[in-house]
C-alpha cells in the first residue's frame, strides 16, 4: 500500500514542477513580448533568465524520467509479491 502512495507523490511533485516551469516559460514569452525594444543590459538579462528557463525545463524532462523509471521499479517490484 505504501508503494501506491509513493508512486503518487512522485507524480504529483513531477507534475507540480512541470506546471511551474510552463508558467514560468509563458510569464517569460508575455514580458519578452511587452518589452519589444530592448537595452543591451536587459538583452543579457533577458538571455540569461531565457537560459534559466530553459535548464528548468530540461531538468524537468530528465526528472520525469526518472520519476517513470521509479513507477516502472515500484510496480515491478510489486508484481513480484
Known amino acids: 500500500m505504501m508503494h501506491g502512495a509513493t ?3 512522485i507524480a504529483m511533485g513531477g507534475f ?4 511551474a ?3 514560468l ?13 530592448i537595452s543591451k543590459k536587459d538583452r543579457k538579462t533577458h538571455d540569461e533568465e531565457t537560459r534559466m528557463i530553459q535548464d528548468i525545463y530540461h531538468g524537468l524532462s530528465k526528472m520525469e524520467a526518472r520519476v517513470e523509471a521509479l513507477e516502472t521499479i ?3 517490484r510489486r508484481k513480484k509479491d
Open 7 to 9: 508512486i503518487i507523490g
Open 16 to 19: 507540480i514542477l512541470f506546471l
Open 21 to 23: 516551469t510552463v508558467g
Open 25 to 37: 516559460i509563458v510569464i517569460g514569452i508575455i514580458r519578452a513580448a511587452k518589452t519589444g525594444g
Open 74 to 76: 515500484l510496480i515491478e
